[in-house]
């Protein structure tokens, strides 16, 4: 059974800082991109950050500068640290692990994040 749970959201003031956890199991975490995705309300869900198998990474432009994703392998974690944060940065926040093997990827459940003015 494919799990990913996140967790390190909150509520913060502008200008502060998160870091997301998502610890997946179930998967072969080393033949997934991992990908962080925020869904504000009444907005479509929209890629944050990803990172490859092999450490690659990419980011949405509004994010590039201020979150760092990054994985351990050891751990089959994924994280996703958020600085400056904006109160427009406020969504819910996704893990995904996408398949380099197939079509196959794999959702969590969301960890909120608010962010104050």
């Known amino acids: 059974q494919v799990q990913l749970v996140e967790s390190g959201g909150g509520l913060v003031q502008a200008g502060g800082s998160l870091r997301l956890s998502c610890a997946a199991s179930?998967?072969?975490?080393?033949?997934?991109?991992m990908g962080w995705y925020r869904q504000a309300p009444g907005e479509q869900r929209k890629l944050v950050a990803a990172i490859t198998t092999n450490g690659n990474t990419n980011y949405a432009d509004s994010m590039e500068g201020r979150f760092t994703v990054s994985r351990d392998t050891a751990k089959n974690t994924v994280f996703l640290q958020m600085n400056s944060l904006k109160p427009e940065d406020t969504a819910v926040y996704y893990c995904?692990?996408?398949?380099?093997?197939?079509?196959?990827?794999?959702w969590g459940q969301g960890t909120q994040v608010t962010v104050s003015s």
């Open positions: 995904a692990a996408h398949s380099v093997l197939g079509p196959q990827s794999y």
């Open positions: 179930g998967i072969i975490f080393d033949r997934n991109v």
